[in-house]
């Protein structure tokens, strides 16, 4: 009886112990599939962040550019010669604009491969970052393209104009020159295209150094699970 009971205990603890070990093998292999999806969206996370702020700095250099020149369209109209007004007026119909690369972390997100990051801190962080502080990059390009439809319609309403290498410029300068040198109105246009555009850049470069930030602490957690 002894041994029937002892023989049936070892049979059990050997189930038992096959199980335990199954379910191990099993948590491991999630374990491993978990950790490998997870330096997945880092890296794929990384890499996006690493062109966008690429993009962000080129962007960022040719909306000085044009922050310039409505300055001085601004201050000193007067002294700029007609052949550099026509490219001028070119220049500040022309959109501030940046391409993001926010389509990994929407496939990501959309997946559930993003909700493989264990860190809850950064998760939330890099959630933040394109849920919202992307969202702010949409809201000033729509708004920068209200302020250049504003003045392009007023153009229309008063001007003769033709089309040019970026949107359109004035017909005829030399007949237009001096009535648009004391427009007021025209005036207005750039002071609040000078002001968005401003603006602009500055919400680009606290993005820009948010995502340099963001980049590297994503980095470092590449290391750390590498």
Same mark, same amino acid.
């Given at each position: 009886?002894?041994?029937?009971?002892?023989?049936?205990?070892?049979?059990?603890?050997?189930?038992?112990?096959?199980?335990?070990?199954?379910?191990?093998?099993? $948590?491991?292999? =999630?374990?491993? !599939? /978990?950790?490998?999806?997870? #330096?997945?969206? %880092?890296?794929? @996370?990384? *890499?996006?962040?690493?062109?966008?702020?690429?993009?962000?700095?080129?962007?960022?250099?040719?909306?000085?550019?044009?922050?310039?020149?409505?300055?001085?369209?601004?201050?000193?109209?007067?002294?700029?010669?007609?052949?550099?007004?026509?490219?001028?007026? $070119?220049?500040? =119909?022309?959109? !501030? /604009?940046?391409?993001?690369? #926010?389509?990994? %972390?929407?496939? @990501?997100? *959309?997946?559930?491969?993003?909700?493989?990051?264990?860190?809850?801190?950064?998760?939330?962080?890099?959630?933040?970052?394109?849920?919202?502080?992307?969202?702010?990059?949409?809201?000033?390009?729509?708004?920068?393209?209200?302020?250049?439809?504003?003045?392009?319609?007023?153009?229309?309403?008063?001007?003769?104009?033709?089309?040019?290498?970026?949107?359109?410029?004035?017909?005829?300068?030399?007949?237009?020159?001096?009535?648009?040198?004391?427009?007021?109105?025209?005036?207005?246009?750039?002071?609040?295209?000078?002001?968005?555009?401003?603006?602009?850049?500055?919400?680009?470069?606290?993005?820009?150094?948010?995502?340099?930030?963001?980049?590297?602490?994503?980095?470092?957690?590449?290391?750390?699970?590498?």
């Amino acid at each position: 009886m002894n041994k029937m009971l002892t023989r049936g205990g070892i049979e059990f603890l050997a189930v038992l112990l096959g199980i335990s070990g199954s379910l191990w093998l099993d $948590d491991r292999a =999630q374990y491993a !599939s /978990d950790r490998k999806y997870e #330096i997945e969206a %880092y890296q794929r @996370l990384s *890499n996006a962040l690493t062109l966008d702020i690429e993009g962000l700095e080129e962007d960022a250099k040719e909306n000085v550019r044009m922050i310039d020149v409505l300055d001085l369209m601004i201050n000193n109209i007067e002294a700029i010669p007609n052949d550099s007004m026509v490219l001028y007026i $070119d220049i500040t =119909q022309s959109y !501030s /604009d940046m391409e993001t690369h #926010i389509s990994d %972390y929407e496939t @990501l997100k *959309n997946t559930g491969r993003l909700y493989n990051i264990k860190d809850i801190d950064m998760l939330q962080r890099i959630i933040d970052m394109y849920d919202k502080k992307y969202g702010e990059i949409d809201d000033w390009k729509a708004e920068d393209k209200r302020a250049i439809w504003l003045q392009d319609e007023f153009f229309i309403s008063n001007y003769a104009m033709q089309p040019s290498s970026k949107w359109t410029t004035l017909k005829n300068i030399s007949n237009d020159r001096s009535r648009l040198n004391s427009d007021k109105t025209y005036r207005n246009h750039l002071v609040f295209l000078y002001k968005v555009k401003t603006q602009m850049n500055v919400e680009w470069e606290t993005l820009k150094s948010e995502m340099i930030k963001l980049n590297s602490d994503i980095v470092q957690k590449l290391k750390e699970l590498n």
